[in-house]
């Protein structure tokens, strides 16, 4: 059985921090897996061979994500759905017991803000959209 809480779990994850291409990033943003009161750990498992194509499977497990968040926020919290190097790394998904043909879809953190959110640069949407008639 992997670590008993988060903050177990940011404590074990530290060493492996510093084989990021970044170490000091990469401790810095443990403090997203500790900070808020919730954090749910979202799973893609793929059944190869089904009926459903894995691609759609996969799909599934974001739409949970989002569901997720959407769910968080209608009931007045705020949630946000990430995925960083402990997503990856397979050490770290050796400590949250992820097995082989599983992958991380995000970690969806709820709570409420003590402050409003940090903004970062977004796509421009309409660069990126293609109208056809």
Avoid at 62 to 81: I, Q
Wanted: proline residues 11%.
């Amino acid at each position: 059985m992997g670590p008993q809480s988060r903050a177990d779990l940011a404590r074990a994850l530290a060493p492996l921090a510093a084989h990021q291409p970044d170490p000091g990033k990469a401790a810095r943003v443990l403090s997203k897996l500790t900070a808020p009161p919730l954090t749910i750990l979202v799973l893609s498992v793929p059944i190869p061979g089904h009926k459903v194509p894995e691609w759609e499977q996969q799909l599934s497990a974001g739409a949970v994500c989002m569901n997720l968040e959407h769910a968080a926020n209608a009931l007045g919290y705020t949630a946000s759905w990430i995925t960083d190097w402990y997503s990856y790394d397979p050490e770290a998904l050796a400590l949250y017991e992820v097995r082989a043909g599983e992958r991380v879809a995000g970690f969806i953190h709820i709570g409420t803000l003590a402050e409003p959110p940090l903004e970062r640069p977004r796509p421009d949407v309409a660069a990126l959209t293609t109208w056809r008639d």
